[in-house]
Nanobody, 123 residues
């Protein structure tokens, strides 16, 4: 299984970025795809998850600013990030779990991880 993430970069506070993650290598018919992030010196933090076909879940810290969506036909998940804040600065990882779990916010429950993409928000 491969997860290829892209879309990170440097943006000013208040700006927007869109992350993408394409999954390949097996059947993802029952999957949950998620985004986590890790800032320097901090633990890995849940950002958002989407349960096929389109049920979305968000961390309180990003609710109303970030939107997760998926192109199920292409096994691709997106994270639209608006109104970015300096505290959103982190490496963002996409991840996949092959079956649903109510503990979608726990990184230990995911089966596959992408390589991470750096998002830097300047003040």
């Amino acid at each position: 299984v491969q997860l290829q993430a892209s879309g990170g970069g440097l943006v000013q506070a208040g700006g927007s970025l869109r992350l993408s993650c394409a999954a390949s290598g097996r059947d993802f018919s029952g999957y949950v795809m998620g985004w986590f992030r890790q800032a320097p010196g901090k633990e890995c933090e849940f950002v958002a998850a989407i349960r096929k076909p389109s049920r979305a879940y968000y961390a309180d810290s990003v609710k109303g600013r970030f939107t997760i969506s998926a192109d199920n036909a292409k096994n691709t998940v997106f994270l639209q990030m608006n109104s970015l804040k300096p505290e959103d600065t982190a490496v963002y990882y996409c991840t996949v779990r092959l079956i649903w779990t109510v503990q979608y916010y726990n990184p230990a429950n995911y089966d596959y991880w992408g390589q991470g993409t750096l998002v830097t928000v300047s003040s």
